[in-house]
Each structure stands twice: as C-alpha cells, then as structure tokens.
Antibody, heavy 121, light 106 residues
C-alpha cells in the first residue's frame, strides 16, 4: 500500500523559514509527479505546488510563488517544500499528495496524513 | 485561473437519503474533475476521477456525472460512514478545489 509520511511542521515566527519533508514508499517514486496541498484552520483545500517525476518541472500557486520551493530526491524517495518569508496566512496543515501520472495536471490518488505549520509570534 | 463553485456549502440529510452535490467550473475543463471525501482530522480520500470514474475500493453508491461545466456527485443511499466534507477539484489547468460541502446528520 502506498505510504506518504510528512514531517517538519511546527511553530515559526513571521518572516521565518521551515522545510517540510514527505517520505514515500511502496511505489516507484520517480515515476510520479507530487504535490503539496494545504488546509488552513477550518478552511478548504488549497493546492500549493507540484513537481514532475524527474524534478525538472515545477509549478506554484500565486500565493506562494517566490517564497516556497518544491524539490525532490528520487534516490531517497523524499519530497520537500522549503518555505521562506512565512506569513500568518501560511498557517495550515500541509499534505503531500501523489499524482496519478508523471506530467501535466492530474488528480491525486494518495495523500499523506499532513503536518501542521503555525506561523505566529 | 479556473474557479470552482461548489454547492451547497452544508447539507443536512438522513441515512438512506439520496444526496447530490454540485460543482460548476468557471470555464471548460473537459471531464478533468475529481471528487474527494474528507473526515475531521484526516486526509482527503479520492472517490471519483475524470468526472465519473469510480476509484477502486469506493462503494458503488457514489457516482459522478458531468454536463458542460456542471458536475455532480451523487450518493444514492447515504450511509453513516458518509457524513463528511466533500470537495471537487479541477485538474485541467493546474489544480483548483471547490469550497467544500459538509454533509451532516439531519
């Protein structure tokens, strides 16, 4: 069974940085695009960023462009999200999600359990 | 950007009821639409993809349909395990979610 486990969340001050990781297992990681999706407290789902299987193509939501960087290490089956210049509105549970395919827009067939990021002074 | 408008935001229903949730796209997305179910404190779970294809393992009481830019998720006979929040998502151009529909006990 596909497993996705996020970690790295926590409390950070406004303007600070945090790096999230997502460890993947039970599928050929490099064959699939991966995304980060977040959910603010009591709010709906918001797509944040996506990366192709090779890591060569990335996409970002306008709300995080220029502040967040998505990357992956296929040798370690791990997805990352580097978050800089954090704002209060970035407070959310961050989920990593496996895309059904390797490229282009596709639906998310598996999700991790999420990691909470709280931006507050 | 493609906007997804989901309705209603809350739906009160009883076990055994037929339930319908609607999602409208701001422009054509062909059939590139998915539906997810989310329970409190849990990750979303894929139910339907490509507007009407049932994900493996999902009960057949769930179904999806499409008409132009309007998409529908139907639960034919609501079960106790189905009380949750449901989200539509377009994946024609990047990814956009609807605002969610909470299905609660009447």
């Amino acid at each position: 069974e596909v497993q996705l486990v996020e970690f790295g969340g926590g409390l950070v001050q406004p303007g600070g940085s945090l790096r999230l990781s997502c460890a993947a297992s039970e599928f050929i990681f490099s064959n699939y695009a991966m995304s980060w999706v977040r959910q603010g407290p009591g709010k709906g789902l918001e797509w944040v960023s996506d990366i192709s299987g090779s890591g060569g193509t990335t996409y970002y939501a306008d709300s995080v462009k220029g502040r967040f960087t998505i990357s992956r290490d296929n040798s370690k089956n791990t997805l990352y999200l580097q978050m800089n210049s954090l704002r209060a509105e970035d407070t959310a549970v961050y989920y990593c999600a496996k895309c059904h395919g390797d490229y282009g827009a596709d639906y998310f067939d598996y999700w991790g359990q999420g990691t909470l990021v709280t931006v507050s002074s | 950007d493609i906007q997804m408008t989901q309705s209603p935001s809350t739906l009160s229903a009883s076990v055994g009821d037929r339930v319908t949730i609607t999602c409208r796209a701001s422009q054509s997305i062909s059939n590139w639409l998915a539906w997810y179910q989310q329970k409190p404190g849990k990750a979303p779970k894929l139910l339907i993809y490509k507007a009407s294809s049932l994900e493996s393992g999902v009960p057949s009481r769930f179904s999806g349909s499409a008409s132009g830019t309007e998409f529908t998720l139907t639960i034919s006979s609501l079960q106790p395990d189905d009380f949750a929040t449901y989200y539509c998502q377009q994946y024609n151009s990047y990814w956009t979610f609807g605002q969610g529909t909470k299905v609660e006990i009447k």
